[in-house]
C-alpha cells in the first residue's frame, strides 16, 4: 500500500548511492552519431528539429552570441530526455525535483545578471523603469522589477518541477483507481493512453519553454 503519494519520486539508494541520479545522463545515449556515411532518418530529424529551435531563437543574438544558440539547443534536449525518459515504468524523474531544475535555472539566471551588471551597469539601471513609466511610479517600478529578476530562477525551476511532478501523479493515481472488472480496466487503460500521451507532449513543451524563456532573459541582456 502507497503510505505517500511523492515516494514515486523519492530517488532510491543502494548502501547509500542514489543510483537513480545517474539517470541524469542516460539521456546522452540517445544523441545519434554522426560518423555515417549516410544519415539515419533518426539523425535526419534530429537534425531537422535542432536547426527548427536554432533558426527560431536565433533571431534575438547577434553573431556575438551565436554560442548561446547552441547551448540552448543543448539544454533542451537535455531536459526533453529526461523528461521522456521519467515517463518509462522504474525510470526516476530527475526534472521533477527542485534540486535538479534549480541547478538549470541559477547559474543560467546568476550568469546573466553578473555579465549585465559588470558590462552594462548603466542599461542594467535604465532596465528598471520601463519606458514611458509615470514619474510618481517610478519607485514602485524599480522594487517590482527588482523582484521580478530576483524571482526569475525560482519561477523557471518551479514551473519545470511542478508541471513534471502534476502529471506523474496524475499517471498514478489513475492507476491505482483502476479494479480488476472489465469495464473498468478497458476505461482505466484508455484514459492512461490519453494521458500518457498528453504527458509526452509536456515533456515536449515544457523543455522548449523553459529554452524559450532563458532565451529571452539572455536577450534582454
Known amino acids: 500500500m502507497m503510505v505517500n503519494l511523492f515516494v514515486v519520486f523519492d530517488p532510491a539508494s543502494i548502501m547509500g548511492v542514489h ?20 544519415p539515419s ?26 554560442g548561446v544558440s547552441l547551448l540552448l539547443c543543448s539544454l533542451f534536449w537535455f531536459i526533453v530526455m ?30 546573466l ?8 551597469t548603466r542599461y542594467m539601471f535604465a532596465h528598471l523603469v520601463p519606458l514611458g513609466t509615470p514619474v510618481v511610479l517610478m519607485g514602485f517600478m524599480v ?10 530562477p525560482i519561477t523557471l525551476s518551479v514551473r519545470l518541477a511542478a508541471n513534471m511532478i502534476a502529471g506523474h501523479l496524475l499517471l498514478v493515481l ?5 479494479t480488476l472488472s472489465g469495464v473498468m480496466v478497458v476505461c482505466g487503460v484508455s484514459a492512461l493512453s490519453l494521458l500518457l500521451l498528453l504527458e509526452l507532449a509536456v515533456a515536449f513543451i515544457q523543455a522548449y519553454v523553459f529554452m524559450v524563456l532563458v532565451g529571452l532573459y539572455s536577450a534582454e541582456i
Not at 523528461?83 to 539566471?109: C, M
Not at 545578471?113 to 552594462?120: L, R
Not at 489513475?174 to 483502476?178: D, F, H, K, N, T
Request: hydrophobic share 60%.
Open 143 to 152: 522594487l517590482i522589477e527588482t523582484v521580478s529578476n530576483l524571482i526569475r
Open 41 to 66: 532518418r533518426y539523425l535526419v530529424v534530429w537534425e531537422v528539429i535542432t536547426g527548427g529551435l536554432a533558426s527560431e531563437i536565433g533571431f534575438l543574438f547577434s553573431s556575438y552570441w551565436g
Open 19 to 38: 543510483l537513480n541520479w545517474l539517470s541524469l545522463f542516460v539521456g546522452v545515449l540517445f544523441v545519434p552519431l554522426f560518423f555515417w556515411v549516410i
Open 174 to 178: 489513475l492507476g491505482s483507481a483502476i
Open 82 to 111: 529526461n523528461n521522456f525518459l521519467g515517463l518509462f515504468p522504474f525510470v526516476f524523474t530527475a526534472t521533477s525535483h527542485l534540486l535538479v531544475t534549480l541547478v538549470l535555472a541559477l547559474p543560467f539566471w546568476f550568469s
Open 113 to 120: 545578471m553578473v555579465f549585465g551588471w559588470v558590462n552594462k
